[in-house]
């Protein structure tokens, strides 16, 4: 079990090598295990970098991320120029479904909103627009339409960590709530645990998870799965 101390310095080295990131202005906290991201960055698709590379970081427990998009005076852009730019970008992406779409900015925050058939239009409108200009933060709140089965969901996650060569898929416990899935139970990393989050909303029907897992860095226990 890594220290928080190296974890620290596998953060700040992993964060430095991306050319991407000013991460100079990025800070990093660590608490048992826990790693806490502040400061800011000039778009979101930085912060959302930064996000990726923490969650491919060995013996990391959770992640809290609190960065601010704060853009420079030249890529300011009102709410109204927003809206068109991510409209246009929908437009464009032939896997989505723009006319199901609906935009609001306010204050640069933007709001994702209506409904689509599938998990991974939902996904896919969210990451379209990560590298507009001007974006401080995105909700989405794009509901998707079927409803997803216990069996559909762990048979998922258990494709998924066999394809990974990892045996924690019987160490995790689904429960749904019309097309709200959550897991819980325990894996033995944060590279686990946010696997079985993706493979859960893989499934068609599926539109939010709440990953409940621990991780356990000692190593995994048995558990029943439900």
Not at 183 to 202: D, F, N, Q, T
Request: net charge neutral; glycine share 8%.
């Amino acid at each position: 079990m890594k220290t928080d101390i190296q974890l620290h310095q596998d953060v700040l080295e992993a964060l430095a090598a991306e050319p991407r990131l000013a991460s100079a202005n990025i800070g990093i906290a660590v608490r048992n295990g826990v790693v806490t991201l502040s400061g800011f960055c000039e778009n979101h698709a930085q912060k959302v970098i930064a996000e990726k590379i923490c969650n491919r970081l060995a013996g990391i427990r959770g992640l809290a991320e609190e960065i601010q998009v704060n853009p420079p005076g030249e890529h300011r852009r009102t709410d109204e120029a927003i809206v068109g730019a991510i409209l246009n970008v929908l437009k464009w992406n032939t896997m989505i479904p723009a006319e199901a779409i609906q935009v609001k900015v306010e204050h640069g925050w933007v709001t994702l909103s209506g409904s689509v058939a599938w998990q991974y239009e939902r996904i896919e409108a969210q990451k379209a627009i990560q590298y507009v200009q001007g974006i401080r933060g995105i909700s989405n709140k794009i509901v998707v339409t079927p409803s997803a089965t216990i069996g559909d969901v762990q048979s998922s996650i258990s494709k998924a960590f066999q394809r990974s060569a990892t045996q924690e898929a019987s160490r995790i416990a689904v429960t749904t709530d019309g097309n709200v899935v959550t897991l819980s139970g325990h894996v033995s990393s944060w590279a686990e645990y946010k696997e079985a989050e993706r493979a859960a909303l893989a499934v068609p029907g599926v539109a939010d998870v709440h990953n409940e897992l621990k991780v356990n860095l000692a190593g995994p226990t048995a558990m029943h799965v439900a």
